[in-house]
Structures are given as structure tokens and as C-alpha cells.
């Protein structure tokens, strides 16, 4: 595609369900990063994957969030139990390695009631 | 832990000046420096990157400088335009053994008036 693509735009669910947030990363781009923008705040770093494997997992906030990348292409994030404090942008941008330009998707609206 | 700050977190200048924005970062190790626009309710949009090698890049009327050595970049923006009415971010990269990470700073939330 021409550029980096997420689904759902938004979503709104109950708190204690568990949802799953899609990013389809620019075709060839070998790094995917996922990014958490709370009101107000600036991004904060959530996990990195080079091809399907995930080197960097440590801005995880709990056990709740899990991510996988299949194929070298589409990830998905998922939060299981959602809370309150999960409601979020969630930010998806893919890359190659070696200096180019981060590409970011629009992002997922995440609200907890 | 790599810290990037910004100034101002907020800035309304009138059409037509030209302005500067400032990005501050404590990793000496950085491999590339980016500068990003945010509109509301949108990702992010690249605007320049520069390499730890380079001191500055233009695209426009954008001017983009970097010096490693004080640990600071900037954002030159000519003659500003309401379009140009925006968040800006800039981002360091660095390389760890886990792979590279960008951390942002908080943003600039650049008010253009016409």
C-alpha cells in the first residue's frame, strides 16, 4: 500500500474486554515499532519488531499487552482485560533500517468505559 | 535513558515571521535525528531527517540543524504560514543490543495566525 494502515480508526469497548489493534506496515519495511499517545502526553514506546521477531519488548506496560508480527508484514497488538488507563492513540510505523524516514499510520482511538 | 526535550510546548506567532524550534537530547550515541509533524487526530508525518554525520537539512522552507556536541537541534521554519499550524516533534534514534528505538520529545504545538 502507499502507506502505513491501521484498523480499527477507533474503538470503544467495555472495560475487562480484551481487544486486538491491526497495523499493515509499508510493503518492504522490515522494522515495525508500536506506539502508545495519551492526551497530552508525547509518544511513549511500546515494542519493536525487526521481521517477525520483537528484540525490544520493554516498554510493555503490563502483561495485558502482547504484540506478534506474522510474514514479515501485518501486526497485531492486542490487551487483554482492557483498563481505563489503556485509552489511548495507538501508533503504528514501519521503516528500514539504516537512517530511512519512520512512516507512521493515523492510528487506533482507544476508549475504555 | 535517553531524554529528549522541547521549547516551548507551545508557540502562536503571527503569518509571515519566521521562528525556531528547539529539540534538546542527552544520548551522545545518536545515529539520526527526526524531525515530525502531528496534525490533530492524525499520525505522524516525516519532515527531515538528519544523520549523526550531517549538521543540517532543508526541504523547503524547513531548515533542520543538528549538533551532537551541545545535544541540540532546531527547526527553522521561513516565513510561517497558517497551514503550517501544527504539533512538531523530534525524535532521536539509537542503537542498543535490542535493536534501535526512537524516543520523542513532548512537542511544539506551533499556532500560525493569519
Known amino acids: 500500500g502507499a502507506g502505513v494502515s491501521q484498523s480499527p480508526s477507533n474503538k470503544v469497548t467495555e472495560k475487562g474486554k480484551d481487544v486486538e489493534l491491526r497495523c499493515d506496515p509499508i510493503?518492504?519495511?522490515?522494522?515495525l515499532y508500536w506506539y502508545r499517545q495519551s492526551l497530552g502526553q508525547g509518544l511513549e514506546f511500546l515494542i519493536y519488531?525487526?521481521?517477525?521477531?520483537?528484540?525490544?519488548k520493554s516498554g510493555l506496560p503490563s502483561d495485558r499487552f502482547s504484540a506478534e508480527r506474522t510474514g514479515g508484514s501485518v501486526s497485531t497488538l492486542t490487551i487483554q482485560r482492557t483498563q481505563q488507563e489503556d485509552s489511548a492513540v495507538y501508533l503504528c510505523?514501519?521503516?528500514?533500517?539504516?537512517?530511512?524516514?519512520?512512516?507512521f499510520g493515523n492510528g487506533t482511538r482507544l476508549t475504555v468505559t | 535513558k535517553q531524554e529528549v526535550t522541547q521549547i516551548p510546548a507551545a508557540l502562536s506567532v503571527p503569518e509571515g515571521e519566521n521562528l525556531v524550534l528547539n529539540c534538546s537530547f542527552t544520548d551522545s550515541a545518536i545515529y539520526n535525528l527526526q524531525w515530525f509533524r502531528q496534525d490533530p487526530g492524525k499520525g505522524l508525518t516525516s519532515l527531515l531527517l538528519i544523520q549523526s554525520s550531517q549538521r543540517e537539512q532543508t526541504s523547503g522552507r524547513l531548515n533542520a540543524s543538528l549538533d551532537k556536541s551541545s545535544g541540540r537541534s532546531t527547526l527553522y521554519i521561513a516565513a510561517s504560514q497558517p497551514g503550517d499550524s501544527a504539533t512538531y516533534l523530534c525524535a532521536e534514534t539509537s542503537f542498543s543490543t535490542s535493536g534501535s528505538r526512537l524516543t520523542f520529545g513532548e512537542g511544539t504545538q506551533l499556532t500560525v495566525n493569519p
Open positions: 510505523a514501519s521503516t528500514n533500517p539504516g537512517g530511512s524516514p519512520l512512516h
Open positions: 519488531f525487526q521481521g517477525n521477531s520483537a528484540p525490544d
Open positions: 510493503s518492504g519495511h522490515t522494522a
